[in-house]
């Protein structure tokens, strides 16, 4: 499909799906989420996608949050649905179920920052800028920032980041731990789809059945965590791909996963 807001390229079985407004900083604005929406919606449904990266188009930034000229005539009533499906964009980013990482190029403030957070890691360039300044114009992070940042860095650190609006920068970010790694801008792309390749030449059943365990086992306390792990990997048990990774080590080859 083809989108106002989105680029989707393929590479392999990796997807780039980039936001496409850098004439407004990749900003959020409605067709923008409405495009997220349907574009998650195709890459969870392609059985040859077995994994994701998100990032921005331009060299300026990832996502600076909400398109705010957007909102300057909305009526309260306009606002409402809007955040609604905001609120619908934000959580399908981050329940998206195959791996999804973030790589920053630029300015990720507000939304950006949270889009960035909703995915399983972030890779970032060096001249990316990290912020939740939401409560400098009296709301709080509403992307999920007051709930995946904690999570990221630890509830104090991320108290600071929110309640001061401060802006970070991709070291300080790395420092935190919110970016597993910083590299040149120009490697950016090149570095991510370096480790793109290393996770795609896994099984996608079983990537995604990691992905499930690690997100909703964290939150649980150990005997049910444990349960759950050893649902998602009897479902891996029972798929063809697990078969073929058996007869490949065993035939000394490189396995042909198909996600079945």
Do not use: W
């Amino acid at each position: 499909m083809e989108y106002e807001t989105i680029k989707l390229t393929r590479e392999g079985h990796v997807a780039v799906m980039a936001f496409n407004r850098p004439q407004a900083l990749n900003a959020l604005s409605t067709q923008m989420a409405r495009d997220i929406l349907a574009c998650l919606d195709e890459m969870e449904q392609d059985d040859e996608i077995f994994a994701a990266v998100l990032t921005g188009e331009g060299d300026r930034a990832f996502c600076v949050g909400a398109d705010l000229k957007e909102r300057k005539n909305m009526t309260k009533d306009q606002m409402r649905k809007q955040r609604a499906l905001f609120v619908r964009a934000f959580t399908a980013m981050a329940e998206f179920s195959k791996p999804l990482v973030a790589a920053v190029n630029g300015f990720a403030l507000g939304g950006g920052t949270e889009f960035a957070l909703c995915c399983d890691f972030i890779i970032a360039s060096e001249k990316a800028t990290f912020g939740l300044p939401e409560v400098g114009l009296a709301v709080i992070p509403g992307g999920g920032g007051t709930q995946l940042l904690p999570r990221a860095i630890g509830r104090n650190r991320a108290k600071e980041l929110i309640f001061t609006g401060r802006k970070i920068s991709a070291r300080e970010a790395y420092e935190l731990g919110l970016a597993n790694y910083v590299v040149p801008a120009d490697n950016l792309m090149e570095k991510t789809m370096e480790i793109m390749l290393e996770i795609t030449k896994n099984g996608p059943i079983a990537l995604r059945q990691a992905k499930k365990a690690i997100n909703l086992g964290v939150e649980l306390e150990l005997h049910t965590a444990l349960a759950l792990e050893a649902d998602c990997h009897l479902v891996c048990l029972a798929t063809e791909d697990r078969d073929e990774g058996l007869l490949a080590f065993n035939e000394k080859r490189k396995p042909v996963y198909k996600g079945r």
